[in-house]
């Protein structure tokens, strides 16, 4: 592809490019309509460390970020942008499609642009083209998962600068799991000093070491977390909460014994991965410590969703537990079963009563009330049942979303999670079905990346990328093509590289680029 005519990942809806290009040079000034005023400080954020251009603001200035409620039709996120020789007009109907706009203008910059150091010598050209971009999906996410692996605060940032630059505008954070506990709560702080270390490493299902025996530890700060949010707000992205209930509990139970199914037996925080059968206890005081929980994460993140798990949640000591069956009885419920969804039901509707929409984990919805907004993540048959059930669903289809599954079979390719490989084409091939005769709703999509496997940023890094890249892709745009994408990343490449992102492969048994194998990972 032609160097004036930059690879855009996402591709947008419609992009023409024109002859000629428009300079940003140290006296071009920003045009600034009221209430724009973010969108702008966003670019001069993003482009100063590299360009080191003041873009000040001025009545007259050639490059025009313009917020025109006429522009309905592009809904919340959408965006038209048009470069000639002497201007640059941005234009949306909301601050959110202006925040998209300036990451395409990043895109279309010389790859030089998204250095994090002064760069001299570099012409900083935007080629002339006319695009009209509206994303396909409002929700288009990326979990990553903090609890099996704590990273630090400065890696989340980081990654909410990676998911605005590919226009992903969820960042949804899994913070409690059987593994560790890493959201501080004031009410009860033995959830981090207890649940958020474990004393030894992680151990596979065959009893295999995943990785040295050495303690592993962490927990956010409510400033940290507070602090993300607003950075994450500020770049068009929402940072969405989990906190695991009645299942994944084990880190919980090891701080708060109280609260199990057996109250009082001791536990430590589970050094092994997959389904626990350690649950929450259903007795009445269980509720009010999900409750006093949940208001400290309220008060953390105002993000509409709020995520509580829900999924693989086992009933074997529901089943065993007499205070348990008699809870069940009373209810009027048939079996000990039936008591996630009445669990999950009784906390739905207090996150409801806060004007917060309950999501969980659910293969087909299937025993949750319909105002759950579910994540189905088996198959896509799943995603259809749970919109004929009602729910707003959101599509993470495991065998194309799943980044902890190793994305080739390559000699060379690190531990991953057993089974089939998810390659960059299975990933860019994620089409959720959506029965637009049901009753419910399809949000989006969203990638997942499970951490048992990746204990470091490089770990993570090489999971994520650039297999988020696909997701990105098809995630905005719809129906790119499996070969203009393929096209498009190799040319995307060198800006993961200036990034610092040290991605895997771009195809099964291809050598990683822009790596020497003798980095630390």
């Known amino acids: 592809?032609?160097?004036?005519?930059?690879?855009?990942?996402?591709?947008?809806?419609?992009?023409?490019?024109?002859?000629?290009?428009?300079?940003?040079r140290p006296d071009t000034t920003v045009r600034v309509s009221p209430g724009a005023e973010p969108?702008?400080?966003?670019?001069?954020?993003?482009?100063?460390?590299?360009?080191?251009?003041?873009?000040?603001?001025?009545?007259d200035g050639p490059f025009v970020l313009a917020l025109d409620p006429q522009l309905?039709?592009?809904?919340?996120?959408?965006?038209?942008?048009?470069?000639?020789?002497?201007?640059?007009?941005?234009?949306?109907?909301?601050?959110?499609?202006?925040?998209?706009?300036?990451?395409?203008?990043?895109?279309?910059?010389?790859?030089?642009a998204l250095l994090s150091t002064g760069q001299s010598g570099v012409s900083w050209r935007v080629p002339c083209a006319e695009i009209t971009d509206v994303p396909r999906h409002p929700w288009r996410g990326f979990m990553l998962d903090v609890a099996r692996h704590f990273q630090p605060v400065s890696l989340l940032r980081r990654y909410v600068d990676l998911l605005a630059l590919h226009k992903l505008n969820v960042l949804h954070l899994h913070l409690t799991d059987d593994q560790g506990w890493r959201m501080p709560i004031s009410a009860y702080p033995r959830l981090t000093e207890v649940g958020g270390r474990r004393a030894e490493s992680m151990v596979g299902p065959s009893g295999s070491r995943l990785f040295d025996g050495v303690?592993?530890?962490?927990?956010?700060?409510?400033?940290?977390?507070?602090?993300?949010?607003?950075?994450?707000?500020?770049?068009?992205?929402?940072?969405?909460?989990?906190?695991?209930?009645?299942?994944?509990?084990?880190?919980?139970?090891?701080?708060?014994?109280?609260?199990?199914?057996?109250?009082?037996?001791?536990?430590?925080?589970?050094?092994?991965?997959?389904?626990c059968e350690t649950v929450l206890g259903v007795h009445e005081?269980?509720?009010?410590?999900?409750?006093?929980?949940?208001?400290?994460?309220?008060?953390?993140?105002?993000?509409?969703?709020?995520?509580?798990?829900?999924?693989?949640?086992?009933?074997?000591?529901?089943?065993?537990?007499?205070?348990?069956r008699a809870r069940a009885a009373a209810e009027g419920l048939a079996d000990t079963a039936a008591l996630r969804g009445w669990f999950l039901g009784r906390i739905g509707e207090y996150l409801l009563g806060h004007g917060r929409t309950p999501t969980a984990w659910?293969?087909?919805?299937?025993?949750?009330?319909?105002?759950?907004?579910v994540m189905t993540w088996r198959d896509p048959e799943h995603t259809r049942l749970a919109l004929k059930r009602g729910h707003p669903v959101i599509s993470g289809q495991h065998r194309a979303s799943y980044l902890d599954y190793a994305q080739s079979c390559a000699p060379d390719e690190p531990q991953a999670q057993p089974g089939a490989v998810v390659d960059l084409r299975a990933v860019h091939g994620?089409?959720?079905?959506?029965?637009?005769?049901?009753?419910?709703?399809?949000?989006?999509?969203?990638a997942q990346l499970?951490?048992?496997?990746?204990?470091?940023?490089?770990?993570?890094?090489?999971?994520?990328?650039?297999?988020?890249?696909?997701?990105?892709?098809?995630?905005?745009?719809?129906?790119?093509?499996?070969?203009?994408?393929?096209?498009?990343?190799?040319?995307?490449?060198?800006?993961?590289?200036?990034?610092?992102?040290?991605?895997g492969p771009l195809d099964p048994h291809v050598p990683v680029p822009h790596r020497s194998g003798k980095e630390p990972s």
């Open 1 to 24: 592809m032609p160097a004036h005519r930059p690879s855009l990942i996402p591709l947008p809806t419609h992009l023409s490019y024109r002859p000629g290009h428009f300079t940003l």
């Open 39 to 59: 969108a702008a400080a966003l670019l001069r954020t993003l482009l100063a460390p590299a360009t080191g251009l003041p873009l000040a603001a001025s009545s």
């Open 72 to 112: 309905g039709g592009l809904g919340e996120e959408g965006y038209g942008l048009t470069v000639a020789a002497d201007a640059v007009l941005l234009r949306a109907a909301h601050l959110t499609g202006l925040l998209r706009g300036v990451q395409t203008v990043r895109q279309l910059l010389p790859t030089e």
């Open 215 to 275: 303690p592993h530890e962490g927990a956010y700060t409510r400033r940290e977390l507070r602090g993300l949010v607003a950075y994450a707000a500020a770049r068009g992205v929402t940072v969405v909460p989990e906190i695991e209930m009645p299942g994944h509990t084990r880190a919980a139970l090891a701080a708060h014994p109280e609260f199990g199914t057996v109250p009082g037996r001791r536990l430590d925080v589970w050094t092994r991965w997959g389904v």
């Open 285 to 324: 005081p269980v509720f009010g410590f999900c409750r006093s929980v949940l208001d400290e994460v309220l008060d953390v993140f105002p993000s509409p969703h709020v995520h509580i798990g829900g999924d693989e949640c086992p009933t074997t000591e529901w089943a065993a537990s007499s205070a348990a």
């Open 362 to 373: 659910a293969e087909t919805g299937e025993g949750l009330p319909p105002y759950f907004t």
């Open 430 to 446: 994620h089409e959720p079905p959506d029965d637009t005769g049901a009753a419910g709703r399809l949000l989006g999509v969203q």
């Open 450 to 503: 499970w951490t048992e496997f990746a204990p470091t940023a490089g770990h993570v890094d090489r999971l994520a990328f650039p297999r988020l890249c696909a997701h990105a892709d098809r995630a905005w745009h719809g129906a790119p093509s499996w070969p203009g994408f393929r096209e498009r990343i190799a040319g995307h490449l060198p800006r993961l590289a200036a990034l610092g992102v040290r991605h």
